[in-house]
């Protein structure tokens, strides 16, 4: 935690963003073509074939580092569902722009001035961001913004509030959940909206306890506690055991709707669902904080609605003769883990919000809107300027690979993995990286993969993915990526990435030199340079 005071808040824009970009020459992978054993590409062609099945699509690339050659083709530049596979590129791009020390800043305005103690006017807690103001990182859930509260206090030598407590996420713009996404997904975790203040990951832990008698209604607990968040309950307490019982939201929307039946002698029922008002949720939270220490908030908590009702943005262009006294005053912020940390969360537990959010941020960053459209713009452009993919083998739409309207090659995943590789960040890339054996990775526990393999997974209905590295018995470094579409079974589907995976794990072959090559890249008409290092 660091504190700053009597800083003007047109500097929050600025010091949320952290950043200078710099141009510097692409590189493109020249890959090798065909296959190295005939037999191998045999072998490893009657995996698939074996499956039976007739309507699924196979992309895949398997290549050597050390021998410089192809082990293995299928419809490499046929662009496919990558399902949560786009982690990795959203990983790659992220640390090619941002820097793996990257760190986001998260800060509590006072919108007023204060006398004696007392704030006249609103506290703003404003976002850039980071999706870490949770638990994974701290001690609790409310850890990070009641040490945040604790600094107000000091600073400010706070007693009370005139004013509201506005939660700020205008940093970032447009929908927090994607238009592309399922909307029966939306109230599960891993479609939580993706904003600039995002407190608890977006979701709220339901607690429904029965009535004492029957045709009462329970009693419904929120977990973080007191959560400012609508609840409508129409559930209702039955004789004996529960029966069946929901809750959700109308399309993703509007108060979380609890109906249905639980009994007076079954157990509690518990329910987790996203928040349809982040904002909102993480004002509260601060508030509730600040008022369990005794300070008296006399407005509330609400969300600051637009860019234009902004005490941040709409201060960021002043007349030189503007008072700046009557700005916004910076009175606590807090530093988000480093990127790299963030980014082994986001590809080890698959972890959508993280995904979304650095996609935005890149966003914001490179392109100065922080949007789904903007962060997208920039993957693409990462992929096709800097590694050398092919503009017809890449549609980004979201980074997280919720959404089925993104389309990958194998042969864009091989590049990205190969170009990040010969650079400085491809340790933390490959780290990570689910392993397999491990508890991210559970699969391939026995044989020749087993620990010798790092990828990263990717799961929807029909569709399955594993891009990442291997090292075969004999110590030889393979790039790789199976991406599988319409497949009748998810189970099955992973079965054949693990034939694959240990089939090539096991070669054994003697050494014929040679390596994949990484080539300056023709710079475009203008002559400008492209991308970042």
């Known amino acids: 935690m660091r504190i700053r005071t009597k800083a003007s808040a047109r500097r929050v824009a600025r010091l949320a963003l952290g950043l200078c970009l710099t141009g510097a020459t692409a590189a493109a992978l020249r890959l090798p073509g ?32 050390e021998w410089g050659d192809t082990l293995f083709a299928l419809n490499a530049d046929l662009p496919l569902i990558p399902a949560s596979n786009m982690k990795l590129l959203t990983a790659a791009a992220a640390l090619h722009y941002l820097g793996p020390e990257y760190r986001y800043r998260t800060f509590v305005l006072a919108d007023g001035t204060v006398t004696d103690g007392v704030l006249d006017g609103d506290l703003v807690l404003f976002g850039t961001g980071d999706p870490a103001l949770s638990w994974r990182f701290a001690e609790s859930r409310t850890a990070i913004l009641e040490s945040l509260a604790d600094s107000v206090i000091g600073t400010l030598g706070l007693k009370a509030i005139r004013g509201r407590v506005l939660g700020d996420g205008t940093f970032f713009a447009g929908p927090g959940t994607h238009p592309a996404w399922e909307t029966a997904d939306l109230d599960d975790w891993f479609a939580a909206p993706a904003t600039a203040l995002s407190f608890n990951e977006n979701v709220v832990t339901l607690r429904v306890v029965g009535g004492a008698e029957a045709s009462a209604r329970p009693r419904v607990e929120t977990i973080p506690g007191d959560a400012q968040v609508d609840i409508v309950n129409r559930a209702i307490t039955v004789e004996g055991r529960s029966g069946a019982m929901h809750a959700g939201r109308e399309r993703g929307q509007g108060p979380i709707l609890v109906s249905g039946e639980i009994g007076n002698r079954g157990p509690d029922r518990w329910r987790l669902v996203t928040v349809s008002d982040p904002a909102t949720f993480a004002a509260g939270a601060l508030r509730n904080a600040l008022e369990t220490r005794g300070i008296r908030v006399e407005g509330g908590s609400a969300a600051v609605e637009s860019p234009a009702a902004s005490p941040v943005n709409r201060r960021q262009i002043w007349s030189p003769l503007a008072d700046d006294d009557a700005a916004p005053s910076i009175v606590a912020e807090h530093w988000s883990p480093a990127l790299w940390e963030l980014i082994q969360v986001m590809n080890k537990t698959s972890h959508n919000l993280y995904a979304e959010l650095i996609l935005k941020t890149m966003g914001r960053v490179v392109e100065g809107e922080g949007s789904f459209t903007a962060g997208a713009r920039v993957v693409e452009r990462f992929l096709v300027e800097t ?43 490959l780290n990570s990286l689910p392993r397999s054996g491990e508890e991210e990775l559970g699969r391939m526990t026995r044989g020749a993969a087993a620990e010798n393999l790092r990828a990263k997974t990717g799961t929807l209905t029909g569709v399955s993915a594993l891009s990442g590295e291997l090292r075969t018995l004999e110590g030889e470094t393979v790039l790789f990526s199976i991406l599988q579409n319409d497949v009748p079974s998810r189970r099955a589907a992973k079965r054949v990435e693990d034939a694959l995976s240990e089939r090539i794990a096991s070669l054994r072959r003697a050494h014929q030199g040679g390596s994949i090559e990484l080539r300056p890249r023709d710079r475009p008409a203008n002559g400008a340079p492209q991308g970042n290092d």
């Open 34 to 65: 065909g296959a190295a054993d005939p037999a191998l590409q045999e072998e490893l062609t009657s995996v698939l074939e074996r499956t039976g099945w007739r309507g699924a699509t196979w992309g895949i690339l398997a290549v050597s580092l």
């Open 387 to 429: 590694v050398g993919a092919d503009p017809s083998e890449v549609r980004v739409v979201d980074g997280s690979g919720l959404s089925r309207e993104n389309h990958v090659s194998a042969d864009a995943f091989v590049r990205t993995l190969a170009y990040m590789r010969s650079g400085p960040y491809g340790p933390t890339l």
